[in-house]
């Protein structure tokens, strides 16, 4: 009995950190904690928009800038579309643009990062049950 | 309402043009604001908003001002070390 409570507690915080990754935010949201993963999805995404108009979607090289696309690639994994799509077309990037949207784009998918870790220690503390309704309340 | 949908993609496909001065420094400025929320949104333990914002804008002041200084600190450092 335990053990399976213990392995569908496993497999939820697999779907939580899942969740995180695909959509940002969307871990906090599973965990009840709505005004968190409203913060979360904005700015992350926010981010990422900003850097991708700033610099072009060649930002996205999954061959010619290996370490940044690993950090990019923590905004969602979306985000190999976009590299298949710059492959395929002849985008340009260069200069300043392209270093702040490299920054701006890899700096998004770092913090991605972070809210992942921080929405399975939520739900594998149970904080998100507990704090949501206090959230709620206010 | 496809044709500005398209257009609003092709915005993304040109990259914007951003000169080599020091006015390109104030990039760092929205990606510290982001930085700020998001950490602030995951290490509080309660988030009310006014609370929220209050300690994010406060942390967004403190890194700013602390790229600030390190910025200045290393051009006077170039300065004395150059002339």
Not at chain 1, 50 to 70: D, E, F, M, R
């Amino acid at each position: 009995m335990s053990n399976k409570s213990n392995s569908d507690h496993a497999m939820f915080l697999l779907v939580v950190g899942l969740l995180a990754w695909v959509i940002p935010g969307a871990g906090h949201f599973l965990i009840k904690e709505r005004k968190r993963a409203a913060v979360i999805f904005v700015t992350i995404v926010g981010t990422f928009l900003v850097g991708l108009h700033v610099g072009s979607v060649a930002v996205i090289n999954s061959k010619g800038a290996g370490l940044w696309y690993i950090a990019q690639m923590m905004v969602s994994p979306g985000v190999a579309v976009i590299a298949n799509i710059t492959r395929q077309g002849e985008y340009l990037a260069y200069g300043k643009c392209s270093d702040i949207g490299q920054i701006y784009t890899s700096i998004a998918g770092l913090l991605n990062m972070l809210c992942i870790v921080s929405a399975v220690y939520m739900g594998h503390s149970g904080r998100g049950e507990l704090i949501g309704d206090e959230e709620d309340d206010k | 309402m496809i044709n500005s949908i398209a257009s609003l993609l092709c915005t993304f496909t040109t990259p914007e043009h951003i000169g080599m001065d020091p006015m390109s420094m104030l990039w760092m400025f929205p990606l510290l604001a982001a930085i700020s929320l998001v950490y602030k949104a995951t290490k509080m333990r309660v988030l009310f908003w006014d609370k929220f914002f209050k300690e994010a804008g406060i942390l967004f002041l403190t890194t700013s001002l602390f790229v600030i200084f390190a910025g200045v600190g290393l051009f006077i450092l170039v300065q004395v070390l150059t002339t």
